[in-house]
């Protein structure tokens, strides 16, 4: 499969507990991009690499959540100190910035569910 | 304030008929919109992708429209499939990267 990849599928914690994320972009893809949706919503933007570069970052992103892409290619998202708010549906999308005023489509993984107890 | 609406929040229709989502935007500098259909539990599917100068563009039984004087978009669905049912989502970008979500219309399809 060369789709966007993310682990685990779901995931159930309890408060406070620290939780880890991973995606897997499409390998030729150099963005990208972190979201969160919740039920009956859309998603929202939390952050967004190119790169290794961290190039944005939504207000949503409190300081207990971090991102990180060492090495380009896949990427992780940690919550610290979990909440029970923080349940939701956390997606991952890629894309390639192909030419200049080109739209770049963003590409979804199947996202990771996060149950906060 | 840059928003994303979309109408109506849920729809049902029988196998078979057509039925069109309605999506209006207030998004500006506005970059390009897209409709994604998302599978309950799953990642959104981009459906279409339509820059400020194509007023309409088909995927398929998908066919979406743009006026962006009036900014607004609409998703018409041909002959609709058990497989349809799905939320479908209209979102307009800024920029690039940076996309405004409506909150989906849910769309089920009866047999």
């Known amino acids: 499969d060369t789709g966007v990849s993310q682990d685990p599928r779901h995931k159930i914690t309890k408060r406070g507990q620290n939780v880890t994320f991973r995606c897997d972009p499409i390998?030729?893809?150099?963005?990208l991009y972190w979201y969160r949706q919740t039920l009956g919503q859309g998603p929202e933007f939390l952050t967004y690499f190119q790169n290794e570069a961290q190039l944005e970052k939504s207000r949503l992103l409190s300081d207990r959540f971090s991102a990180e892409r060492p090495k380009g290619s896949f990427s992780t998202l940690e919550i610290q100190h979990t909440e029970q708010g923080d349940s939701a549906m956390y997606l991952c999308?890629?894309?390639?910035?192909?030419?200049?005023?080109?739209?770049?489509?963003?590409?979804f993984g199947p996202g990771t569910r996060l149950t906060v107890l | 304030k840059n928003q994303v609406e979309q109408s109506p929040q849920s729809l049902i229709i029988l196998e078979g008929k057509n039925c069109t989502l309605q999506c209006n935007y207030t998004v500006s500098p506005f970059s390009n919109l897209r409709w994604y259909k998302q599978d309950t539990g799953r990642g959104p599917v981009s459906l279409t992708i339509?820059?400020?100068s194509e007023n309409t563009k088909s995927n398929g039984r998908y066919t979406a429209t743009l006026d962006a004087d009036t900014k607004q978009s609409s998703l018409h669905i041909t002959a609709s499939q058990l497989s349809d049912s799905a939320s479908y989502i209209c979102?307009?970008?800024?920029?690039?990267?940076?996309?405004?979500w409506g909150a989906g219309t849910k769309l089920i399809i009866k047999p």
């Open positions: 999308a890629s894309s390639h910035p192909g030419l200049a005023g080109v739209v770049n489509e963003q590409f």
């Open positions: 979102v307009v970008s800024e920029s690039n990267y940076q996309l405004i």
């Open positions: 339509m820059t400020f």
């Open positions: 390998s030729e893809h150099n963005r």
